[in-house]
């Protein structure tokens, strides 16, 4: 019988430079905004995303930081996949 591992899945919106803990599975970055925002040195053009996956029972502890081009149509949407 194989072992189920709960997870949830848990959203945020960035509007400002800032940065974010991951500790989870699974982290995804999606440029929601009308400006460019770079990841730790990634740069997002608007509807890019930019995703990073653990394998099973790994979890990531890096914060990642972020900085938009303009304060105006910035916004940064991250979803976390998190163990439960």
Known sequence: ???LIQYVTE???FFQTG??????N????????TVNVTVD??????NQSFQVDGNQNEI????????FAASSGAALT???KKYI
């Open 1 to 3: 019988m194989t072992n």
């Open 11 to 13: 959203s945020k919106i």
């Open 19 to 24: 940065s974010s803990p991951s500790n989870c």
């Open 26 to 33: 699974s982290i995804l970055f999606v440029n929601t905004g």
């Open 41 to 46: 040195g990634l740069q997002l053009v608007p």
């Open 60 to 67: 990531n502890v890096k914060t990642y930081y972020f900085t």
């Open 78 to 80: 991250i979803i976390y």
